[in-house]
Every structure is written in structure tokens, then in C-alpha cells.
């Protein structure tokens, strides 16, 4: 939704809207790829992950928590949101680690270790929305590229020890679907056992499989539901 400036503002339009505490987490992959191409630096991916070399790492953190956090944090105060936008490093929001480079060398990418709970709790509790993007930080100086699924579900897991949460990924679908051509093939409740069986016969597969892994991470974790679909997802 980033890259289409109508659904980005139609998203934050009905996020602005949701009474309570939130908190937004986005990342921004095409938009970081489009730049790695204006500025002549190949995007290597590995089975649909980014490798971050130091060059990338500097193209995501200029996109994440440059650009795209900005225009969101400036369209949120523009509909009365009061947003404040955040990378890992800022108030120690997100620590890290570098991932090893065994089995697979992806660079600069992070596995989150600790979120500042509190911290954002305070934000929230102060009526200030935490618009978190993907990049985190080692605690020793050294910027990381994170999965932004990952970061939305160690932020709601944190949060989870705090107070009651909800989990929504929001993304172009309506959810997860048997046949993505056909709306009517829309899952609309997915248990671990129904999990197993659509990921061996085939039926999700790719990029969805982190999705619904997260969810059920933070679900295992206290997140009190976890909802996977377009803009409008949760019930007001």
C-alpha cells in the first residue's frame, strides 16, 4: 500500500479514525528496490528475502526511516493522528542481532532480541501513535535490516505483557484465500491444524507462510487475535 499513494491514504485514513491505543509498523521494499535502481545497486533476493550488503542497508534506511516513515507520520497529523515516527534505534525501541551467515549470508539483517514495551506503552498511554518502520539496531552501533512482519509481531508480543492486543497485518488481499483470483475462497479462520494442512498441500506458500507464522507466534505469546487482510480488517 506505500506505493500506491490512494490505498495509503484510504489505510490511514480508517486507522486515523480507530479509537484507543496503536501503533503502525510499515516497511517499504518496493519503494527501497525502485532507489537501489535509480542509483545503479543490484537488489539481491534469496527465496523472497532481501540480502542486505552495507549499500543496501544504506538504500532501507533511507526509505524506511527516511522517506516512507515521514510521509506517513506527515499524512497521519494531517488527519489528526498525532504520530511520531521511530526506527529500532530511536529510545532503544527495537535491539537485534545480526543474523549469521550460515546457512545463508543475508547481510546486515536482523533477529530481534528485546523490544522497549514500556516505552511504547508510555507513547500510546500519552495518546502519541509509534509509527515503527523495519530497521533495528545491535546496541553496539550497527543499523539492521528487519522483516516487518517480524517487527509488527515482537512489538505486539512485547505489548502483549503490558496489555490486551490485537494484531493486524493489512495488506492488498483480502486475507488468506484457497484461490487468490476467487474473493469467495477467503479462509476466514485458520487453526494450527488447517495451517498444516494448506501449507502441505500447497495452498499457502511463498511470503504468506512468515505472515501466518508470526501470527501464531504472537498468538502462543498472549496477542489476544491476530487478523490477516486488506485495509479494513478490524472491527471497529
Not at 485458520?190 to 504468506?208: C, H, N, Q, V, W
Amino acid at each position: 500500500m506505500i506505493d500506491d499513494p490512494e490505498a495509503l491514504r484510504a489505510f490511514l485514513e480508517d486507522f486515523a479514525s480507530r479509537p484507543g491505543r496503536k501503533v503502525l509498523v510499515h516497511g517499504g521494499g518496493r519503494a527501497a528496490t525502485a532507489l537501489s535502481k535509480r542509483l545503479g545497486i543490484e537488489t539481491k533476493m534469496i527465496e523472497g528475502r532481501r540480502v542486505t550488503d552495507a549499500a543496501t542497508l544504506d538504500i532501507a534506511t533511507m526509505v524506511y526511516a527516511g522517506l516512507a516513515n515521514k510521509q506517513i507520520v506527515a499524512q497521519l497529523q494531517a488527519l489528526g493522528c498525532n504520530a511520531i515516527g521511530l526506527c529500532g534505534a530511536d529510545a532503544n525501541a527495537i535491539k537485534a542481532h545480526k543474523r549469521p551467515a550460515e546457512p545463508i549470508d543475508y547481510g546486515f539483517v536482523g533477529d530481534i532480541d528485546s523490544v522497549n514495551a514500556p516505552m511504547l506503552k508510555h507513547l500510546t498511554d500519552a495518546g502519541i501513535v509509534p509509527v515503527l518502520c523495519a530497521i533495528t539496531h545491535d546496541g553496539n552501533g550497527q543499523l539492521l535490516n528487519t522483516n516487518a512482519d517480524s517487527v509488527a509481531q515482537s512489538v505486539a508480543t512485547a505489548l502483549a505483557q503490558l496489555t490486551d492486543v490485537a494484531l493486524c497485518y493489512s495488506f492488498e488481499q483480502l486475507g488468506v484465500m484457497r484461490d487468490i483470483a476467487d474473493p469467495a475462497s477467503l479462509i476466514k479462520e485458520i487453526t494450527p491444524a488447517l495451517y498444516t494442512e494448506l501449507k502441505a498441500d500447497g495452498t499457502i506458500s511463498g511470503g504468506m507462510i512468515p505472515k501466518l507464522d508470526n501470527a501464531f507466534r504472537a498468538i502462543s505469546a498472549g496477542v489476544k487475535s491476530v487478523s490477516i487482510g486488506a485495509t479494513k480488517i478490524m472491527d471497529r
